[in-house]
């Protein structure tokens, strides 16, 4: 422990300071980590894809939700996921379950859902607008444009907040995604 004096008005007062338990470097994030985090995501929509084309639904159910564990921060708690082909009443995915029925569907919970992930994609970019790194956090605003197996390109405006876990791993625990407003 430190001892720091400080004087405010006259008054000298004191104060203890401690160094961190923990190494707080290891948590800042940079933005080749942001960057690679958002590839991993486009690469696991186009897993998911291309297993359910392959191997069916259970196959592509299977890879969906260990991706969720993967990119995701369900374990920690409630992930602020606003899909984008989501109607109310079931407009957010604050848990795994929710994200799992959106990105495959066939959850009685979720009757909406057709499965975003099963949509025949082969491409998947990301176009930052903008990456605001603080921390050990990032958030990124932008676009994604999905092309599917006919050549058609959806584009989305998405945003992303990252966090590191506790081994350094980058997990999502914001994913708001709409479709582009292309105006008139």
């Known amino acids: 422990m430190k001892a720091i004096l400080v004087t405010f008005?006259?008054?000298?007062?004191?104060?203890?300071?401690?160094?961190?338990?923990?190494?707080?470097?290891?948590?800042?994030?940079?933005?080749?980590?942001?960057?690679?985090?958002?590839?991993?995501w486009c690469?696991?929509?186009?897993?998911?894809?291309?297993?359910?084309?392959k191997s069916g639904k259970q196959a592509a159910n299977d890879l969906a939700s260990k991706v969720i564990d993967t990119a995701y921060f369900y374990q920690d708690g409630p992930v602020l996921f606003k899909p984008t082909l989501t109607t109310n009443p079931q407009t957010f995915r604050t848990t795994k379950e929710g994200a799992l029925s959106y990105f495959v569907g066939g959850n009685p919970n979720f009757p909406s859902d057709k499965g975003f992930a099963l949509?025949?994609?082969?491409?998947?970019?990301?176009?930052?607008?903008?990456?605001?790194?603080?921390?050990?956090?990032?958030t990124t605003l932008?676009?994604?444009?999905f092309t599917n197996k006919n050549g058609e390109v959806t584009t989305v405006d998405k945003t992303w907040k990252f966090v590191k876990d506790n081994a350094g791993k980058l997990r999502i625990v914001v994913h708001h995604s709409s479709l582009e407003n292309k105006g008139k």
């Open 9 to 40: 008005l006259g008054i000298t007062l004191t104060a203890c300071s401690t160094t961190p338990t923990h190494d707080t470097q290891k948590n800042i994030i940079s933005e080749p980590e942001v960057i690679a985090a958002q590839q991993a």
């Open 43 to 53: 690469k696991s929509l186009l897993d998911i894809s291309s297993t359910y084309d």
């Open 119 to 138: 949509g025949g994609w082969k491409n998947c970019e990301i176009d930052n607008a903008a990456i605001n790194i603080s921390g050990n956090s990032a």
């Open 142 to 145: 932008g676009k994604v444009h």
